[in-house]
């Protein structure tokens, strides 16, 4: 079983969880759900601005849920505040454009007046779902999923309070200069270089080791202005393209299924398998396929990928063994109905399962007059029987 995904992997991306779970104030009863709901990938489109997020929740419904996050900006004073805390020391400038955020800073900060972290009151919520709990488990979600944010770019605390990392630096250095005009300037001393022997001499340093790949892929830049009309694009779906882009790219990183080894079809469900109904339609327009497919090879690769979708599209003849071990199980499980086997389907009343050439098991339900996968393959019947 994979080990269970934890949010915030820094110090600073777990500060950001213990504000939420202990000093926002918010309903400790609901942010369990929008844990399990972060932990099921059901947030996409999570794009940060000035004082405010936002983002696209899956739940119960095919219409994605959209979810707007605004948070309280500082004041000029509490942003004096805030930026006279940074520039008492150099080193937390230096921390920041390292990509970390200093303890000391976040606690004097907090202690000033000036706390980058969520208080009580500091988080404003809207979702686009009936229910009207604050937050709901579709708001929590997003919560939760900001602290991969903060991990990567601690300034994404900054640009909640109001402020871009540009404005934030830009204003820092605007602080310094004075005292730097006072300093008298000292001649440059001549870089005399190395000669070629010295060079060769030295010996290499050590190699730095690789970064680990992001935990999500990122998002793509909002661009302001559609292309010309002629074109036929949009600047919603450049956007798209290059998140789908950015996903290919990491799946690639971490030695996942790349782009150049899916079939047509399979590609297709796996770009489906991200979009909204409406999305779907028009993908499955553009494609010369029928939605309705479309949308139950998109359900399929959302359960299970490429096995799912092969499950779902495809019918072979595995030999005697596997199946007639599913064909006991099912007659203990005491469902209705005598079990049916044709090719590598085994089906009884309103279950069937279907054995993949990658040797795992597949649950599909009866919805209508069509089958539905269930859930994520197993290698072995018993669990999906019952």
Same mark, same amino acid.
């Given at each position: 079983?994979?080990?269970?995904?934890?949010? *915030?992997?820094?110090?600073?991306? @777990?500060?950001?969880?213990?504000?939420?779970?202990?000093?926002?104030?918010?309903?400790?009863? =609901?942010?369990?759900?929008? =844990?399990?709901?972060?932990?099921?990938?059901?947030?996409? %489109?999570? &794009?940060? !601005?000035?004082?405010?997020?936002? $983002?696209?929740?899956?739940?119960?419904?095919?219409?994605?849920?959209?979810?707007?996050?605004?948070?309280?900006?500082?004041t000029?004073?509490?942003?004096?505040?805030?930026l006279?805390?940074?520039?008492?020391?150099?080193?937390h400038?230096?921390?920041?454009l390292?990509?970390?955020?200093p *303890?000391a800073?976040?606690?004097? $900060?907090r202690e000033a007046?000036?706390?980058?972290?969520?208080? /009580?009151?500091?988080?404003?919520? =809207?979702?686009s779902?009936?229910?009207?709990?604050?937050?709901?488990? &579709?708001?929590a979600?997003?919560?939760?999923?900001?602290?991969?944010?903060?991990? @990567?770019?601690?300034?994404?605390?900054f640009?909640?309070?109001?402020?871009?990392?540009?404005?934030v630096?830009?204003?820092?250095?605007?602080?310094?200069?004075p005292?730097?005009?006072?300093?008298?300037?000292l001649?440059?001393?001549a870089? %005399?270089?190395?000669? #070629?022997?010295?060079?060769?001499?030295?010996?290499?340093g050590?190699? /730095? $080791?690789?970064p680990?790949?992001?935990?999500?892929?990122?998002?793509?830049?909002?661009?302001?202005?559609?292309? /010309?009309?002629?074109t *036929?694009?949009t600047?919603?779906?450049l956007?798209t393209?290059?998140?789908?882009?950015?996903?290919?790219?990491?799946d690639?990183?971490?030695?996942?299924?790349?782009?150049?080894?899916?079939t047509?079809e399979?590609d297709?469900?796996?770009?489906?398998?991200?979009?909204?109904?409406?999305?779907?339609?028009?993908?499955?327009?553009?494609a010369?396929?029928p #939605?309705?497919?479309?949308?139950?090879?998109?359900e399929?690769?959302?359960?299970?990928?490429?096995? +799912?979708l092969? $499950?779902?599209?495809?019918?072979?003849?595995? +030999?005697?063994?596997?199946?007639?071990e599913a064909?006991?199980i099912?007659?203990?499980?005491g469902?209705?109905?005598?079990?049916?086997?044709w090719?590598?389907r085994?089906?009884? +009343? !309103?279950?069937?399962?279907?054995? *993949?050439?990658?040797?795992?098991?597949?649950?599909f339900?009866?919805?209508?007059? %069509?089958w539905?996968?269930d859930?994520?393959p197993?290698a072995?019947?018993?669990d999906?029987?019952?």
């Open positions: 079983m994979p080990p269970r995904r934890n949010f *915030g992997t820094t110090w600073w991306g @777990r500060a950001w969880v213990d504000a939420l779970e202990q000093r926002a104030k918010l309903d400790p009863n =609901r942010l369990p759900r929008g =844990r399990t709901y972060a932990r099921q990938g059901t947030v996409s %489109e999570l &794009h940060f !601005g000035a004082g405010a997020m936002t $983002a696209r929740v899956r739940g119960s419904r095919p219409q994605p849920y959209q979810v707007t996050i605004t948070m309280r900006t500082f000029d004073g509490e942003w004096d505040t805030l006279g805390v940074v520039g008492t020391q150099l080193g400038a230096a921390a920041l390292d990509g970390e955020l *303890g800073l976040a606690e004097q $900060a007046g000036a706390d980058l972290l969520p208080g /009580p009151g500091d988080l404003r919520p =809207r979702c779902c009936p229910d009207s709990a604050n937050p709901c488990k &579709h708001v979600a997003v919560y939760y999923l900001v602290a991969d944010e903060v991990d @990567r770019d601690p300034f994404t605390l640009l909640l309070r109001g402020r871009p990392r540009a404005d630096l830009a204003e820092l250095r605007a602080r310094r200069s005292a730097r005009a006072d300093r008298p300037k001649p440059k001393a870089d %005399e270089g190395l000669t #070629p022997r010295a060079a060769y001499a030295r010996r290499p050590p190699i /730095p $080791a690789v680990p790949p992001p935990r999500v892929a990122g998002s793509p830049a909002v661009l302001d202005l559609d292309p /010309p009309p002629a *036929g694009w600047a919603a779906a956007s393209l290059a998140a789908d882009a950015a996903a290919l790219a990491r690639l990183l971490v030695g996942g299924v790349t782009a150049a080894e899916l047509f399979e297709l469900a796996r770009r489906a398998a991200g979009r909204t109904a409406p999305e779907i339609t028009t993908l499955a327009t553009a010369g396929l #939605p309705r497919d479309l949308t139950r090879w998109a399929a690769w959302r359960e299970a990928g490429r096995g +799912g092969a $499950a779902l599209r495809e019918t072979w003849q595995p +030999g005697p063994g596997p199946l007639a064909q006991a099912l007659a203990e499980a469902l209705p109905g005598r079990p049916k086997i090719r590598n085994l089906t009884q +009343g !309103g279950l069937q399962l279907r054995y *993949g050439r990658d040797a795992r098991w597949y649950r339900v009866r919805s209508g007059t %069509e539905r996968l859930g994520p197993s072995s019947p018993v999906l029987a019952y």
